[in-house]
C-alpha cells in the first residue's frame, strides 16, 4: 500500500505568511513576526504615546515581532510618541509615512535593516517617515553602536536627535534632507571624538537642500561639528 506523500514545507511556509491579529495591541502580523497593518482599535495611551511589543498573540501561541512591513502604519494619525523595540530587524518602505501627529520616536532597533527604493536624487520617495511633519525628536538608544542607513531620511520637521548609548557609526543617508535639525546631543557618548560615517552620505551634493550630518572633529576645539547645517553649528558636547 502507497500511502500520499504529505509536503510539510508548504504547510510551513503557508503557516508562515498567514496574518493574525492581536486584539490586545491592535495589530495584524504573519508567522513570521512581521507587523502588516494596525486595527481601529490600536491600543495608543490617553497621551498618544504606542510601544510595539516584542512579542504578538496568534490567539495560540506568542510570535516573536522582528520586522515592520510596507506601509504598516502609513496614515496612522492616532501616535504622537512611539516606541521601537529591539526585536525588529527590518523596516519595510513607507512603514510609517503620513503618521500626521508623530512628534517622538524612541528608536531601540540594535540592527535593523531599513529598506527604501534609493536613488541618488530622489531618495525620498519611500523613506519609513516620510510626510510625518509633526515629527520633532529622534531618540535612539542606549544599545545602538550603529545608526541605521536612512534612518531619519527626508524628516525634514526634524530638529533634535538624542544618542543615549555608545554609537560609533553613522549609516547611510541617516539624516539625508533633515533640513530642520538643529540639536544633536552626543553627551552620552564618550567615543564621539572617534565617530565614524559613511563618506557617501551627502558630501558635495549642491542640487538639493539638506544637512549633510559629516561629523568632523576639530582637534584645536575639542569639539564636533555639523557638516553644511544652516541652522546649528554645533554638536552638545
Known amino acids: 500500500l502507497e500511502l500520499p506523500s504529505f509536503d510539510f514545507a508548504s504547510v510551513k511556509a503557508s503557516a508562515a505568511s ?15 513576526g512581521i507587523i502588516t497593518g494596525y486595527t481601529s482599535e490600536l491600543k495608543v495611551d490617553s497621551q498618544g504615546r504606542f510601544e510595539i511589543p516584542g512579542k504578538l498573540n496568534t490567539g495560540t501561541n506568542d510570535i516573536a515581532i522582528t520586522g515592520i512591513g510596507n506601509a504598516a502604519f502609513m496614515n496612522c494619525s492616532r501616535i504622537v510618541e512611539l516606541t521601537l523595540p529591539k526585536t525588529i530587524k527590518t523596516m519595510g518602505i ?61 524628516i525634514s ?12 557609526e553613522i549609516g547611510f543617508a541617516a539624516f539625508y534632507s533633515c533640513v530642520g535639525l538643529k540639536r544633536v546631543d552626543l553627551s552620552n557618548v564618550k567615543n564621539r571624538k572617534e565617530l565614524t560615517y559613511n563618506q557617501n552620505n551627502y558630501k558635495n551634493n549642491k542640487n538639493i537642500k539638506m544637512v549633510g550630518f559629516e561629523l568632523c572633529y576639530e582637534s584645536d576645539k575639542g569639539e564636533s561639528v555639523l557638516y553644511n547645517n544652516p541652522y546649528y553649528k554645533k554638536i552638545t558636547n
Do not use: M, W
Open 94 to 154: 513607507k512603514a510609517f509615512q503620513n503618521c500626521s501627529k508623530l512628534s517622538v520616536v524612541n528608536f531601540n532597533c540594535g540592527s535593523v535593516d531599513i529598506n527604501t527604493n534609493y536613488h541618488p536624487v530622489l531618495l525620498d520617495d519611500d523613506s519609513p517617515f516620510l510626510n510625518c511633519n509633526s515629527l520633532q525628536k529622534f531618540i535612539f538608544g542606549e544599545n545602538i553602536a550603529r545608526i541605521p542607513d536612512y534612518a531619519c531620511c527626508s
Open 18 to 32: 498567514e496574518e493574525y491579529t492581536d486584539t490586545a495591541y491592535g495589530l495584524k502580523f504573519t508567522g513570521e
Open 157 to 168: 520637521s526634524l530638529n533634535e536627535v538624542v544618542f543615549k548609548g555608545e554609537v560609533n
